[in-house]
């Protein structure tokens, strides 16, 4: 058995990205793909007094078809932005300081200038706060080449899966049968009734950055996802 997720990196996302990283075996970063913008790639949510606000890493837009991994920072002082942000906004959660040495670390020590190689390093460092052993992948490390089904096929067939997940959105473009011939089984992870958790200022908001609910629920994080027996640590 070895299960396979391949998916886009993002930036600081919610708890669902991280049950998708914590069903696989191994993880691949598929960033040898176009940048969108106005995706989740450079970008989250995270909850205010004044409501919903997105924290976003300014980027250059150099052309159309710049793949995520060439895609660089426009700030350099984008981390110090949003950390302050997350400081100002989440101060009074009850598990702020608990993990507030973590993310200052994550946030204020050297970084790249490179978008990837940032969600690299939060998904990363945010996986093993939550006890995630998932192998981490780039997909251009991997090769294979194809329309979309035939690149992600070369993928898994490089790291000898069983097992391919994915989001159920690929259901529109996948061609499962493609897989079953070469004896992987697809699966769809599903995203939905994922219950609240406790937050600041009012009414519950779901699909924040999964900060949100580490922050606010801490150890406990880990009761309000589907996929975890562990217990998030204290970093």
Not at 50 to 65: D, K, L
Request: with cysteine; aromatic share 16%.
């Amino acid at each position: 058995m070895k299960k396979v997720v391949i998916t886009q990196s993002n930036y600081i996302p919610w708890r669902g990205f991280f049950d998708l990283i914590n069903v696989a075996d191994v993880l691949v970063l598929y960033d040898d793909v176009q940048y969108t913008r106005r995706d989740w790639r450079n970008r989250n949510k995270i909850k205010t007094a004044q409501g919903v606000q997105w924290i976003t890493i300014p980027v250059e837009h150099v052309s159309r078809h710049q793949q995520i991994r060439h895609t660089r920072v426009a700030d350099p002082q984008w981390n110090r932005k949003h950390w302050n942000t997350l400081r100002v906004n989440y101060g009074r959660a009850t598990f702020f300081r608990t993990y507030r040495d973590f993310f200052e670390e994550l946030y204020l020590s050297p970084s790249s200038v490179w978008l990837s190689e940032i969600n690299h390093r939060f998904l990363t460092a945010i996986a093993r706060l939550l006890g995630i052993r998932t192998e981490f992948r780039w997909s251009w490390e991997l090769g294979g080449e194809g329309n979309r089904t035939q690149r992600l096929l070369s993928i898994c067939k490089a790291l000898g899966a069983t097992d391919y997940w994915s989001g159920p959105r690929a259901k529109a473009y996948l061609d499962e049968d493609a897989f079953v011939r070469e004896g992987i089984r697809v699966h769809y992870f599903d995203f939905s009734g994922y219950p609240p958790y406790r937050q600041l200022f009012g009414e519950f908001v779901d699909r924040l950055s999964i900060i949100d609910l580490i922050f606010n629920e801490g150890p406990r994080a880990v009761e309000f996802m589907k996929t975890f027996d562990s217990i998030v640590s204290n970093g």
